[in-house]
């Protein structure tokens, strides 16, 4: 029975990332560190041969495809870009600063400081950022968790059936941290991390009509990238 292998990879770092802003459905181009890394990845996954590229509709995940392509060879595969593997629509709050935005979110989840919410972390519901950010948005454009993980989770099975359409392979999915994080959330909630390093590979196995989580935020294509330099 063929089977598709998803390396769901967060996108390159960039100039909102840097700056540490919100950056949703906001978008901005990589840095120069963040398109390193990118083709150190790509460099990486030489060896990897792909069936299929899908990103979301966002520049910043195109712009890392369109690098890992470039230094992996693989150039000829076309990008698939999707809506739904958009990242997390913050509203009101896109492009504000994280710590403004992180310590509302403590403040409303009952914290006395930042620092309160990250040592219990691993006790809140994991889905608080979402959550709050939902609910302190009075403009209704912030994103709520169902609609943002009904939307991802459909995002992840139109590219299993498309590929597995074609025989099934490889993919290449370029998506964001908290796309990634929630997917992982989604599927097996044993295995989310609380942080998705930029460019790092998460591996989903889609076999049977059923996902397998086989790892997450693996860095070690990038590591093995880098020590390539042609």
Not at 97 to 112: Q, R, S, T, Y
Not at 146 to 160: A, S
Request: overall charge negative; charged content about 25%; some cysteine.
């Amino acid at each position: 029975m063929s089977e598709v292998l998803i390396y769901l990879t967060r996108h390159g770092k960039t100039m909102l990332n840097h700056l540490e802003r919100i950056q949703g459905w906001s978008d901005s181009p990589l840095t120069a560190e963040g398109a390193e890394v990118a083709r150190q990845l790509g460099r990486g996954l030489r060896d990897t041969s792909f069936a299929a590229v899908y990103t979301s509709d966002r520049g910043r995940t195109v712009e890392t495809a369109n690098l890992v392509l470039e230094e992996s060879g693989q150039t000829a595969l076309p990008i698939t870009q999707l809506y739904d593997l958009r990242e997390y629509g913050f509203g009101k709050y896109e492009s504000d600063f994280n710590l403004n935005v992180l310590e509302l979110v403590a403040k409303e989840n009952g914290f006395a400081t930042l620092e309160e919410l990250h040592a219990a972390e691993n006790t809140v519901d994991r889905h608080y950022i979402i959550d709050t950010v939902a609910r302190l948005d009075e403009t209704g454009m912030a994103e709520d968790r169902l609609t943002f993980q009904t939307r991802i989770k459909r995002g992840l099975v139109t590219i299993c059936e498309e590929v597995l359409a074609q025989g099934g392979g490889n993919v290449l999915a370029i998506a964001h941290g908290m796309v990634i994080h929630n997917l992982l959330l989604l599927l097996d909630s044993t295995k989310a991390t609380h942080g998705i390093d930029n460019a790092s590979v998460s591996k989903i196995v889609y076999r049977d009509g059923t996902f397998f989580v086989e790892s997450v935020n693996d860095t070690s294509y990038i590591e093995a990238g880098s020590k390539i330099t042609v």
